[in-house]
Every structure is written in C-alpha cells, then in structure tokens.
C-alpha cells in the first residue's frame, strides 16, 4: 500500500486558483522559522510572514508538493522565495480574509498519517463525539 501525500499543497494551490479567479489578493501566512523557509528576515514579525503570491506581485510562481518558490521585491530588492509547504500557516484572501488556515504544530505533534493538518474538533474532544452516537448492531 503506497503512502497518501499530503492535502496541504492541493489545498494551497486550490485556495490560490479561487482568489485569482475571483478578482481577489491570496496570501501566504508562513512560520518563518520553519526548516527551508528563505524569506527576508527583515520583513518578518512575531516569527510569521504574510506574503502576497498574487500574479502581480510575483514572478516565476511554483506551488509545488512539496515546496512553493517565487521571485518578489521587497522594499526595491528583488528576493527569491523559498518556502516549505509544511511552513505554511494558511492561504487567505486579503481583501476578505477567506481561506484555510492550518493548525499550527507544537513540538509533540505530528503530521496525520496522510500529512495533512490536525484539526481538533469544537467539541475539543478527540474524535468530535459530543454525546451519544448510534451504532449498528447485528
């Protein structure tokens, strides 16, 4: 049995596509301080950086599997963008804030079995039972 990849970067580059074809800016929330992040230092706050990947603000954008890469300026000096997809916190729309954003990771925790975030259910149970649930009995 072969192993799943991750959803992450299909679900980047799917949030990306809607808030292009809608007229919107996507961003980037990325943890700076993630291993292979290659952004500039002096543009990042609180460890985090947003980064706007619209066409029009990049060049030579790659949202691959496994790494997103892309040219930028900041403040006048062009910068080559390196960032992991596990480093990514979340792909938003500016204008509105719509998007995903991925659970952030502590130490402890790993990615799911297939890489994707682990999400924790409202309830804040693991599982997401509230109360009881049927089950079928033959």
Known sequence: ???ATSTRPYLIRAIYEW???NGLTPHLLVDAGAEGVNVPSAHVRDGKIA???HPQA??????GKEYLLFSARFSGQSFDVVVPVGAVLAI???ENGHGFFFQEESPGDGPSPDGSPQVTPPSGKPGGRKGPALKVVK
């Open 19 to 21: 808030a292009v074809d």
């Open 58 to 63: 990049v060049h030579a954008l790659e949202l």
């Open 1 to 3: 049995m072969s192993t």
């Open 92 to 94: 938003f729309a500016r």
């Open 51 to 53: 980064l706007n990947i």
